[in-house]
């Protein structure tokens, strides 16, 4: 069983036998009914398997590597899927991955995250869930007190529209006690119905199945679960010799429906879930940072994804070449459960770095096309064929770009189109290696702009000897001598370009530990820790200096602790899924009273935990505050972080370990890159933002830095010769009206084309309720002026998933009762959309999902 599977039920009511050459499914009958006065016992036949844990996707669909893990399910699912859709019986739990519309889950798993639930239930539509992972103290308690059933507000923003009934499993999500798997190789007895057999047992099963009913109660109706073997034989008419239960085939759906008609009041509750023991030593923290390699390029390339669709979106779907499909799918699937956390093995964490690879070299095709499309003068709608070629630099991260470390004399220059997918106007400094020290660089009106040369430090030339080589297996070659830095402006959802070229001045360098420039100021800090075992840890940490701060930066062993110096109780705030920011209590959980037994694990917490397929993992971070001020910290990657003692942040960049923790993947954590034969340690790199702001300011820079991290401008490469480019090319493009851009609490989530020309388009509201005086409010967003040359002919607002209508479906969700007092909320929500006005209304956390079809189809594109 793989580590963080919080099944949420599929209610996937699946019996499968296989015969030669057709497999067949028997038709249970789930309209039998509760009866009144009686244990009312739902029998949900359900399976769990870990795909992408222990074997490799592939391994598993085909049946290899059986000696793991599972046999072959190609044959099985191939064959009764189709009839199961056909089933009315069969009630499917699912959601399509949300930027890969039609794309069937049946078992969609979900990490126990305020976020989460927030994300998939106010948006999908979703009425109950049902789980097992609680810490196991938590659980006791609520055994203790009955409350396993509870009422899930996960959203001060929504208060009680986003409230969800939320069912945790006394034992786990498994079958009963009693010897009732019916698994391959399980050696539970099964049920004998032929009474002229003599091991006829159906009496005996039917009690030993009665009591474990009744051993699981906790109110007048109850699940169980069982596997898919022998469950036919499961139900009888004389269930018990007292008759005290009634037992019926079931599906998560009937049962909430059983529930919801109790017309019952539940506990409410209001926090999130984390961190998750199962015992007093078994604290499931440490994968908030396990495989940060894996981690940043799941975060790399969900970024790149959303701009990715964006230039596919303007150049147009349509006709035959690459597109971003693959990548869309190698992301949808890092995000299982024992993947973007780094629960796998290494073969099958191999395997997604692998799909990711594959995803953006086919991606990178699509968005050198598009760049090449928009910028020729006369190209014309769905150009195919553009002359201009892109190259871009996916190893910039270990100082390896082969544009930039080009040859500059003779008249050459370097063309770098700088595009951004964020709906603002964006300022940044770029860096790239460079060879020469005389160097200039102009905007794209020709002026020049300020620019300084950095030295580059030999730690960073070693990484990048050492991984170029066996990322491509070649040695790069000669060694750039510096970063190139100069600052950009980049209009929103467009791209602004520059020109670096040879000059006739140049510098002089020093290698110096503190480097002030006019555009930054740096500490550069490089450490290396040997140690006798394989975990050996080489870290640079880069702070930016904030005027008049006094940050204490400690680095060891792959964490970093910043102290504050503050006076007074420091709060600390982790976020849950990069939007939601939790208060965290060292030692301490509202429902109920720990015993705290791991004082360090047990006070980890995950700082921009990957979500799922939604792609809105914006990596955010941590902040604590003391009374008058906040000390932010922002992150590249998921990873853990606490504040084990006052005035201190914890973030651990890199997780390793030398013995195998017991869990089910049979192998240590040990990362290691290898070179000619020789392996070692992988070097991870990581960076934090920070800043410290007067107490209730720090949002601003964490929502809209946080988009900055999360959404890079993404940076193309180009070669001209004799400056000739204005003259052929557009070198200054937006989307958008030249007079607008987004609203600073507003971000655009996915600009889309879908495969029938229409556009799947999402906005969010990036603050929560109360989070900040002026950006709560409610925000609105003018599609006229985010689409000025392309005429709206049809816009439907539909579920986050963009399966049903969204009225239908808020039509259709479940009120539910809570205990205790109520009071008057004052939720504020975007109104419908007027299809003449066209404007987007969005409240503090709220998501709005739109199919668009356009007058004139993407083929009219004025865009291009």
């Known amino acids: 069983m793989g580590p963080v599977r919080l099944a949420l039920l599929a209610a996937v009511a699946l019996a499968a036998a296989a015969a030669v050459g057709e497999a ?13 006065g009686k244990l009312n016992v739902h029998v949900v036949p359900h399976t769990h398997d870990d795909v992408g844990w222990l074997k490799t996707v592939d391994q598993y669909y085909v049946g290899s590597n059986n000696s793991i893990q599972g046999a072959c399910v190609q044959n099985v699912l191939d064959s009764l899927i189709p009839a199961l859709l056909k089933d009315e019986n069969r009630k499917f739990i699912y959601v399509e991955q949300v930027n890969l519309a039609s794309r069937v889950v049946i078992t969609f798993e979900m990490r126990q995250s305020r976020l989460s639930k927030y994300l998939i239930i106010c948006q999908v539509g979703f009425d109950a869930f049902y789980f097992f992972r609680i810490d196991y103290q938590d659980r ?59 091991d006829y047992n159906v009496e005996e099963r039917v009690n030993d199945f009665v009591a474990a009913a009744l051993a699981q109660v906790q109110l007048d109706l109850i699940m169980v679960m069982f596997g898919f073997l022998c469950i036919s034989l499961q139900i009888y008419t ?33 926090n999130d879930f984390f961190p998750y023991a199962d015992n007093p030593n078994g604290y499931w923290t440490g994968y908030f940072t396990s495989r940060p390699a894996l981690k940043r390029y799941v ?91 892109f190259s871009q630099c996916l190893l910039l991260n270990v100082t390896y770009c082969p544009p930039s470390e080009m040859d500059f004399s003779k008249g050459r220059s370097l063309v770098v189109l700088v595009y951004n997918s964020l709906g603002w106007k964006r300022e940044d400094v770029l860096r790239v290696p460079v060879f020469s020290d005389s160097i200039v660089v102009h905007d794209s009106e020709g002026r020049e702009i300020e620019s300084q040369l950095l030295p580059i430090a030999s730690a960073s030339l070693n990484l990048r000897d050492k991984h170029v080589k066996a990322y491509l297996g070649t040695t790069p070659g000669a060694k750039p001598k510096f970063w190139l830095a100069f600052p950009v402006s980049v209009p929103p ?66 964490n970093l602790k910043l102290q504050y110096n503050s006076a007074g109780t420091l709060s600390l705030y982790s976020d849950s899924k990069a939007l939601v920011m939790i208060l965290q209590i060292r030692d301490y959980r509202s429902e109920w009273k720990i015993e705290v037994h791991q004082p360090i694990a047990g006070n980890y917490y995950p700082v921009s935990f990957l979500c799922d397929s939604v792609h809105l993992q914006v990596n955010l971070g941590i902040y604590v505050e003391d009374g008058s001020k906040e000390l932010s910290v922002l992150v590249d990657r998921s990873v853990g ?64 830095f946080g988009q900055e991290i999360y959404s890079p401008l ?124 066209l404007v987007v209304e969005l409240g503090p956390m709220e998501i709005r999902t739109f199919i668009v079809s356009f007058d004139h189809s993407i083929s009219g594109n004025q865009l291009l």
């Open 238 to 270: 004389p269930q018990g010799s007292d008759g005290r239960i009634n037992a019926l085939y079931s599906t998560p759906s009937i049962y909430t429906d059983a529930k919801y008609a109790a017309n019952e009041q539940w506990p409410l509750k209001t």
């Open 140 to 198: 006791d308690t609520r055994k203790g007190t009955k409350e396993l059933e509870v009422v899930w507000r996960g959203s001060k923003s929504f208060g009680s529209s986003a409230d969800i009934f939320a069912g945790i499993f006394p034992k786990n999500y498994e079958p009963p006690p009693g010897d009732f798997y019916f698994e391959v190789d399980d050696d539970s007895p099964v049920v004998q119905d032929d009474p002229l057999l003599f």
């Open 493 to 558: 959802l467009g791209f602004n370009t520059y020109f670096v070229s040879s000059s006739k001045k140049s510098g002089n360098f020093t290698s110096l530990s503190l480097v002030h420039t006019d555009l930054r100021s740096a500490t550069q800090k490089y450490l290396s820790n040997s140690y006798t075992n394989p975990a050996s840890v080489s870290l640079k940490s880069t702070v930016y200096s904030t005027q008049g701060s006094k940050d204490n930066l400690q680095v060891g062993q792959g």
């Open 299 to 389: 975060r790399m390339m969900s970024g790149y994804y959303l701009a990715a669709r964006q230039l596919e979106f303007f150049k147009g779907k349509g006709k035959p070449g690459p597109t971003t499909d693959y990548l869309g799918d190698a992301l949808a699937l890092a995000q299982h459960h024992d993947a973007v956390t780094g629960t796998e093995k290494q073969h099958v964490a191999n395997d997604y770095a692998k799909r990711l690879s594959i995803g953006y070299t086919r991606a990178q095709e699509l968005v050198s096309t598009s760049l090449s499309c928009l910028t020729e003068l006369g190209s014309k709608p769905r150009c195919s064929t553009p002359t201009t070629k």
């Open 714 to 837: 993404l940076l193309a490469f180009s070669e001209q010769d004799g400056g000739n480019w204005v003259n052929s090319h557009v070198p200054k493009f937006s989307a958008m009206d030249p007079t607008y851009s987004l609203p600073d609490n507003v971000a655009l989530l996915t600009l889309q084309e879908l495969e029938d020309e229409s556009v799947l388009l999402r906005f969010a509201h990036l603050y929560e309720a109360g989070e900040h005086k002026d950006l709560s409010a409610l925000a609105s967003v003018d599609l006229k002026q985010v689409f000025p040359d392309m005429k709206i002919g049809k816009i439907i607002e539909t579920s986050l998933s963009a399966n049903q209508e969204r009225a239908a479906m808020e039509k259709k969700r479940l009120k539910w009762k809570v205990q205790g007092p109520t009071t008057d909320e004052k939720v504020v929500r975007g109104r419908p959309v007027d299809p003449s006005k």
């Open 641 to 704: 972080g606490s504040s084990i003692k006052d005035g201190q942040i914890e973030l651990m960049l890199h997780r390793r370990l030398l013995h195998d923790d017991g869990r089910g993947v049979a192998e240590a954590l040990n990362e290691t890159v290898c070179l000619d034969n020789q392996c070692e340690g992988l070097t991870i790199e990581g960076k934090y933002y920070l800043k410290i702001d007067p107490q209730g300011e720090g949002a601003r820079w964490r929502r809209t």
């Open 24 to 36: 067949v499914y028997i038709p249970y009958n789930t309209s039998a009914g509760v009866v009144p």
